[in-house]
C-alpha cells in the first residue's frame, strides 16, 4: 500500500505512529478528532522520545477532519473510544473504500462502524506505551508486536495493512483470533482502569499490594466468565500473570483513565467495564459482572465529579 495513511486522534498513540511512518517515508496527515475542534496549527514538530534514549522527530501535517473531503488510504483511529458514535457518522461518505483499524481499548468500539456499514474494519491491540511529556513530545515504550485482525475484510488486505503499518520501532503482526487478544486486553484494563484510579495510585500496585491482586483476580474471574458465555476462552493464570508483568514493568506510571479522571477529562470506562457488564446484561445474567459494574460505575461517577469541579 503505497497511499497515504491518516491518523485521527493528535494524542500520544498518533503522534507516536505519525513520526515513526512519517520517518519510514510514508505520506502521513494527523486528523483531530474532536468535532469543533480546528487544528492549531497546520503542521506540527514532533519529537519521539524513546525509553533506549534515543529520539525521533518529524514535521507531519494537522487537520480538522471538516477540512477533509475523502480519505484516500488507510485510516488509523487511535482517538478515545467514546467519540465512536459521533465520528462514524462525520467520517461516513469520507472514506468510501479505504480501510479503518481501530487502535483503540474496549470492548465493541467497532459497532458504531459496522452499523454505519464501512465496508473494510480491522481491529488493533495496542501492545506498546506513549505518554505526553510536552506539547508534540512523547515518550514511547515498545513492548510486542501487536496484533491487527479482521473484522469486516480479507485477511490478504491484513497482511498488506500490516506491511504497511510497520516500522522497527513499532512492529504490527496479523492475527486470526483477535477477539482472544482484544478480550485479554479488556480484561487487564478493567482492572487497571477501574482500581488504580478508585485508590488514586500507580499501576504497580498490583505486583506491591495482596488485598489489591485479590480484587483484580475477582474482576478477573468475572470477566472470564463473561467471555467464555461468548465464546472466548482464556488461559486464567495466563491473564493474570499478564497482568501482574504488565504491573512490575508499568511500576510508578498512571493508567490513562486516572490521568484523565486528574484532568478533568472524559473516561473510556464505558467501553472496559461498564461494556462487560452491559454484555451481561444482554445474556441475562448480570450477576456475571457484579465487582466489575461496581467499580465501574464508581469510577465514572468519580470522572463525573472531577469534570465538575
Given at each position: ?34 468535532q469543533?475542534s ?14 533506549d ?21 488507510p485510516v ?28 483503540q ?17 480491522y ?35 491484513l ?13 504490527f ?5 483477535i ?7 479488556v ?34 474471574d ?88
Open positions: 500500500m503505497n497511499n497515504p495513511i491518516y491518523i485521527i486522534g493528535v494524542g500520544a498513540i498518533g503522534m507516536t505512529l505519525a513520526v515513526l511512518l512519517k520517518q519510514a517515508g510514508k505520506d502521513v496527515t494527523l486528523i483531530r478528532g474532536r469543533g480546528p487544528a492549531e496549527t497546520d503542521e506540527a514538530s514532533i519529537t519521539v522520545d524513546s525509553i534514549g534515543t529520539s525521533l522527530s518529524a514535521t507531519v501535517p494537522v487537520r480538522s477532519l471538516e477540512e477533509m473531503n475523502a480519505l484516500n488510504g488509523l483511529l487511535t482517538s478515545k473510544s467514546f467519540g465512536n458514535r459521533e465520528l462514524a457518522q462525520r467520517l461516513n461518505g469520507k472514506t468510501g473504500q479505504s480501510p479503518l483499524v481501530l487502535l481499548n474496549g470492548l465493541g468500539v467497532e459497532d458504531p462502524f459496522l452499523e454505519a456499514g464501512f465496508p473494510r474494519l481491529r488493533c491491540v495496542l501492545l506498546a506505551t506513549s505518554q505526553v511529556q510536552a506539547p508534540y513530545v512523547v515518550r514511547y515504550k515498545p513492548v510486542a508486536a501487536s496484533p491487527v485482525g479482521v473484522v469486516r475484510g480479507h485477511e490478504t488486505e497482511s498488506e495493512l500490516v506491511a504497511t503499518l510497520t516500522t522497527p520501532q513499532f512492529p503482526r496479523a492475527e486470526v483470533a477477539q482472544q487478544a482484544i478480550w485479554e486486553k480484561i487487564t484494563n478493567c482492572v487497571f482502569n477501574a482500581i488504580c484510579p478508585l485508590l488514586d495510585v500507580d499501576n504497580g500496585i498490583f505486583y506491591r499490594n495482596e488485598s489489591a491482586l485479590a480484587l483484580a483476580r475477582e474482576v478477573i468475572e470477566c472470564l466468565a463473561v467471555a467464555k458465555k461468548v465464546g472466548v476462552g482464556l488461559d486464567r493464570a495466563e491473564v493474570e500473570q499478564r497482568l501482574l508483568q504488565i504491573s512490575q514493568r508499568s511500576e510508578g506510571q498512571l493508567i490513562s483513565t486516572l490521568v484523565d479522571i486528574n484532568q478533568g477529562r472524559e473516561t473510556e470506562i464505558d467501553s472496559l467495564n461498564l461494556a462487560v457488564a452491559r454484555l451481561a446484561d444482554r445474556l441475562d445474567q448480570p450477576e456475571l459482572a457484579t465487582k466489575t459494574r461496581l467499580l465501574g460505575e464508581l469510577t465514572r461517577l468519580k470522572a463525573e465529579k472531577s469534570r465538575i469541579l
